[in-house]
Each structure stands twice: as C-alpha cells, then as structure tokens.
T-cell receptor, first 114, second 108 residues
Framework: EAQVTQNPRYLITVTGKKLTVTCSQN?????MSWYRQDPGLGLRQIYY???????DKGDVPEGYKVSRKEKRNFPLILESPSPNQTSLYFC?????????????FGPGTRLLVL | EDQVTQSPEALRLQEGESSSLNCSYT??????LFWYRQDPGKGPEFLFT???AGEEKEKERLKATLTKKESFLHITAPKPEDSATYLC?????????FGAGTRLTVKP
C-alpha cells in the first residue's frame, strides 16, 4: 500500500531533551516536506526537500533540523525542544521535485513538550 | 507577503443544502492551488489541483474553481459524510502555503 508513515504518533517529552520524528514513504517520491499544524494557524511548512541531500527552509524552521540521506526517509529533529514546539506534525511527499502535484500526508505526530 | 485566507472559518449546513467555501490568495507567482480534506485526527487528503484562472475540477458533490485572486469549493447537495475541514493551499515557487481551513458540518 502506498503510504507515508510517521513515528511516533504521540510523544510527550520535556524541555531540552533531543528527539527525532521519523518519516518514510514507499512511493519513490522526490519531494518531501514537514509541517506543523496549530489551531487557527493552519499548516505551516517547516522544511522541505526536493531530492536526496537537498533541503531548504520553509516558513517556520527555527528550532528544527532535517536530513535527507535516502530518498524514502526524511526525519525531523528537535535538538532542544521547547514548549512552543508543542504541536501536531505532518510529513508529506509528492512525486515531482518541485512538489507541484498533490502531496500525500502521513497520519501525524502529536507532540507535547513540558 | 504571500497570504492564503479561507472563509468562513466554520459552516453548518443541512443535508442537501448547497454552499461554497472561499479561498483568497496573494502570491507573487502561482504555481498551483490545492484543495485538501482533513478529517479529525488524520492527515489532509488531496482533492484537487488547479493551475490557471478559469480552470474547474469536479469530484462527486465537489467542484473547485479558480480565478486570479480566489478559488471556490462548491458543495452540491452535501451529505453528513462530507463533514470535515477543507484546506486550501497555494504553491509559490518552492513554498507551499496553507490557509487555516473551513470546518464544515453537515447535519442530517
């Protein structure tokens, strides 16, 4: 089944404790992206990647890191999480390098930083 | 600054009562306007992509249209299963920008 998977789905952590949210897609898509979703603000792009070893900042990159060493994986790293990073996170992928076609979203990761 | 604004924030309809959702945008170079549906606790699900003014696309009870400044998602004779949040997004170069969404409730 074609899908985007994220792990973990739910995470409670404390301020300053490094964490990684994994994202994997099995559709051989070139474009991958991370978003956070907050009430009233909608989805905001954190980082995106047009291909392996190519990443770029979205609208809200501060406090986040990403890497794209393989085509299928695009992990999101929070080196020192803070409470304002409490949010619902979505990973997405798209067939084209520019992401001009539809994006396929993962199920989401709900993060609470205490 | 690029902006995407959706209205209304919430919409309640009776089953069978047609209506429209609006997405207005200001971007320097539109490379695609997207509509997604999002159910509670799930990731957005793709509905339509529109690329140029005048373009229209349909899927079951939904029809999306595009002008130079806005897009409409028309819902004809909605059913309770159409209840969801509908998201609009625009692509400007490599950035993807989403609106806050319209939460649609269809009552039987």
């Amino acid at each position: 089944e074609a899908q985007v998977t994220q792990n973990p789905r739910y995470l409670i952590t404390v301020t300053g404790k490094k964490l990684t949210v994994t994202c994997s897609q099995n559709m051989n898509h070139e474009y991958m992206s991370w978003y956070r979703q907050d009430p009233g603000l909608g989805l905001r792009q954190i980082y995106y990647s047009m291909n392996v070893e190519v990443t770029d900042k979205g609208d809200v990159p501060e406090g986040y890191k990403v890497s794209r060493k393989e085509k299928r994986n695009f992990p999101l790293i929070l080196e020192s999480p803070s409470p304002n990073q409490t949010s619902l996170y979505f990973c997405a992928s798209s067939p084209t390098p520019q992401g001009a076609l539809a994006q396929y979203f993962g199920p989401g990761t709900r993060l609470l930083v205490l | 600054e690029d902006q995407v604004t959706q209205s209304p924030e919430a919409l309640r309809l009776q089953e069978g009562e047609s209506s429209s959702l609006n997405c207005s945008y200001t971007v320097s170079g539109l490379r695609g306007l997207f509509w997604y549906r999002q159910d509670p606790g799930k990731g957005p699900e793709f509905l339509f992509t529109l690329y140029s003014a005048g373009e229209e696309k349909e899927k079951e009870r939904l029809k999306a249209t595009l002008t130079k400044k806005e897009s409409f998602l028309h819902i004809t004779a909605p059913k309770p299963e159409d209840s969801a949040t509908y998201l609009c997004a625009v692509r400007d170069n490599n950035d993807m920008r989403f609106g806050a969404g319209t939460r649609l409730t269809v009552k039987p």
